[in-house]
C-alpha cells in the first residue's frame, strides 16, 4: 500500500525527541509537512525530509494533501487543530492532554466520527513494557484485588525540556493553561484507570505554584483518588523534581506488593505475601534523559493501516482528562469532587 502521508503540526520538543524520530523508522509512514509558527524551526526540519514547511496548519491543510497529523502543539490549541485535521480528512493523535476542557475533547471526538477518521491521545504510559508486564501480572489474578496504591510522575520542569527553556509556552496559562497536571498528572490518571481496569470515582486535591517563578499554572499537585472499586491511592505530579525524574507506581493488593520504577535496575518488583520476591524484566520506561520507544507512533500507524480503533481514543483520553479537571476543581472548591 501507499505511504501513510503524514504532517507534524508543532515542531518543538515532543515532535523532536518522539514524534518524528519514531516515524523516520516506521517502513508505513512518509513525513511530508512541517507546521509550527517560528518558521524557520519548521523549515529546519522539513529540509531534512523533502517536505513542505508552514507557519500555520490551516495553510497546510489547504496546500497539502495528508493521510494523518501530529498534534504537538501547546495544550489550548489541541481541539482546534485536532477538529481542523478531522474536518480535512486526516487521522489525529493528539498529545496530552488532549484538550483543556471536556465540551472541547467531546467536540474532537465528534468531529473524528463525523468524518470517519481515527483520534487517538497519546498518553504513552500505558504503552511503556514495565507498564504492560506490570498490567499483565494484574489482569492475571495473581495478587488478587488492589487495595490502595501510590503512584508519581514528576522532573525538574519544562524549562529543562522545552526547546525555548525558561520562555517556553508550558509556562504562559493562556497556551497551556495547565501546568504539571496536563503535563504528568494526565499521564497518571490514564495509567491508573487502565491499569485498575477501573475508572475514578472521586478526587481531593491541592493544586498549586509552590516554586515555579513567572507563572501561575501548577507545578505541583497531590490528589487523594478513590476507584468505583473502592480502591484509594494517591496521585503526585510535579515540576520541582530538582534532582531528577520519578515515575514510579506501587500497588498492594490482597496478595503481595507490585512495584514500577521504583528502582532504575529492577523495572518491576513482585513481593508476595508470602515473603517471597520476584525481579521480572521488562524493559525500561522512556524519560526525558532517556529517550527510548514511546511506542505510541507505531500504534497509531497500525490502526490507520489495519483500520482498527485505536486503544488510546479520545473516549478514553476524556476519561483520563476528567480526573485531572475533578482535581483542579476540588483545589478551587475545597471539595471532594465526584469525576464525571
Same mark, same amino acid.
Given at each position: 500500500?501507499?505511504?501513510?502521508?503524514?504532517?507534524?503540526?508543532?515542531?518543538?520538543?515532543?515532535?523532536?525527541?518522539?514524534? =518524528?524520530?519514531?516515524?523516520?523508522?516506521?517502513?508505513?509512514?512518509?513525513?511530508?509537512?512541517?507546521?509550527?509558527?517560528?518558521?524557520?524551526?519548521?523549515?529546519?526540519?522539513?529540509?531534512?525530509?523533502?517536505?513542505?514547511?508552514?507557519?500555520?496548519?490551516?495553510?497546510?491543510?489547504?496546500?497539502?494533501?495528508?493521510?494523518?497529523?501530529?498534534?504537538?502543539?501547546?495544550?489550548?490549541?489541541?481541539?482546534?487543530?485536532?477538529?481542523?485535521?478531522?474536518?480535512?480528512?486526516?487521522?489525529?493523535?493528539?498529545?496530552?492532554?488532549?484538550?483543556?476542557?471536556?465540551?472541547?475533547?467531546?467536540?474532537? =471526538?465528534?468531529?473524528?466520527?463525523?468524518?470517519?477518521?481515527?483520534?487517538?491521545?497519546?498518553?504513552?504510559?500505558?504503552?511503556?513494557?514495565?507498564?504492560?508486564?506490570?498490567?499483565?501480572?494484574?489482569?492475571?489474578?495473581?495478587?488478587?484485588?488492589?487495595?490502595?496504591?501510590?503512584?508519581?510522575?514528576?522532573?525538574?520542569?519544562?524549562?529543562?525540556?522545552?526547546?525555548?527553556?525558561?520562555?517556553?509556552?508550558?509556562?504562559?496559562?493562556?497556551?497551556?493553561?495547565?501546568?504539571?497536571?496536563?503535563?504528568?498528572?494526565?499521564?497518571?490518571?490514564?495509567?491508573?484507570?487502565?491499569?485498575?481496569?477501573?475508572?475514578?470515582?472521586?478526587?481531593?486535591?491541592?493544586?498549586?505554584?509552590?516554586?515555579?517563578?513567572?507563572?501561575?499554572?501548577?507545578?505541583?499537585?497531590?490528589?487523594?483518588?478513590?476507584?468505583?472499586?473502592?480502591?484509594?491511592?494517591?496521585?503526585?505530579?510535579?515540576?520541582?523534581?530538582?534532582?531528577?525524574?520519578?515515575?514510579?507506581?506501587?500497588?498492594?493488593?490482597?496478595?503481595?506488593?507490585?512495584?514500577?520504577?521504583?528502582?532504575?535496575?529492577?523495572?518491576?518488583?513482585?513481593?508476595?505475601?508470602?515473603?517471597?520476591?520476584?525481579?521480572?524484566?521488562?524493559?525500561?520506561?522512556?524519560?526525558?534523559?532517556?529517550?527510548?520507544?514511546?511506542?505510541? =507512533?507505531?500504534?497509531?500507524?497500525?490502526?490507520?493501516?489495519?483500520?482498527?480503533?485505536?486503544?488510546?481514543?479520545?473516549?478514553?483520553?476524556?476519561?483520563?482528562?476528567?480526573?485531572?479537571?475533578?482535581?483542579?476543581?476540588?483545589?478551587?472548591?475545597?471539595?471532594?469532587?465526584?469525576?464525571?
Amino acid at each position: 500500500m501507499a505511504k501513510i502521508r503524514v504532517a507534524v503540526i508543532g515542531c518543538g520538543a515532543i515532535a523532536i525527541r518522539r514524534h =518524528i524520530p519514531e516515524y523516520m523508522v516506521n517502513p508505513n509512514v512518509k513525513l511530508v509537512a512541517f507546521v509550527d509558527p517560528v518558521l524557520e524551526r519548521a523549515e529546519e526540519i522539513a529540509a531534512k525530509f523533502n517536505a513542505l514547511a508552514f507557519s500555520d496548519y490551516e495553510t497546510m491543510l489547504k496546500e497539502v494533501q495528508v493521510d494523518a497529523v501530529s498534534v504537538c502543539t501547546p495544550n489550548i490549541l489541541h481541539a482546534p487543530v485536532a477538529i481542523a485535521a478531522a474536518n480535512a480528512g486526516a487521522h489525529v493523535l493528539v498529545e496530552k492532554p488532549m484538550a483543556t476542557n471536556e465540551a472541547d475533547a467531546l467536540a474532537m =471526538i465528534e468531529a473524528a466520527n463525523a468524518n470517519g477518521v481515527k483520534l487517538m491521545v497519546g498518553q504513552s504510559q500505558r504503552l511503556m513494557p514495565p507498564h504492560v508486564k506490570a498490567k499483565e501480572i494484574l489482569d492475571s489474578g495473581r495478587l488478587g484485588k488492589v487495595i490502595s496504591f501510590r503512584t508519581s510522575f514528576g522532573h525538574p520542569g519544562p524549562e529543562s525540556w522545552s526547546v525555548d527553556g525558561k520562555e517556553s509556552w508550558f509556562f504562559r496559562k493562556d497556551d497551556a493553561v495547565m501546568g504539571a497536571m496536563g503535563d504528568l498528572g494526565v499521564h497518571k490518571s490514564d495509567l491508573m484507570r487502565w491499569l485498575l481496569n477501573d475508572e475514578v470515582a472521586d478526587v481531593a486535591a491541592f493544586v498549586g505554584t509552590l516554586d515555579k517563578e513567572d507563572t501561575t499554572v501548577d507545578d505541583n499537585a497531590t490528589c487523594l483518588i478513590r476507584m468505583k472499586s473502592g480502591a484509594i491511592g494517591t496521585l503526585v505530579a510535579s515540576w520541582t523534581y530538582y534532582r531528577g525524574e520519578d515515575n514510579s507506581t506501587i500497588l498492594w493488593c490482597e496478595n503481595g506488593v507490585l512495584k514500577i520504577g521504583t528502582d532504575p535496575d529492577r523495572p518491576v518488583i513482585l513481593e508476595l505475601r508470602d515473603g517471597t520476591n520476584e525481579d521480572i524484566e521488562a524493559g525500561g520506561i522512556s524519560t526525558n534523559k532517556r529517550q527510548l520507544p514511546s511506542y505510541v =507512533i507505531d500504534e497509531f500507524v497500525d490502526c490507520i493501516v489495519n483500520d482498527k480503533a485505536p486503544s488510546i481514543s479520545g473516549e478514553e483520553g476524556l476519561r483520563s482528562l476528567n480526573v485531572i479537571l475533578a482535581a483542579f476543581e476540588s483545589q478551587k472548591t475545597g471539595k471532594v469532587i465526584a469525576v464525571k
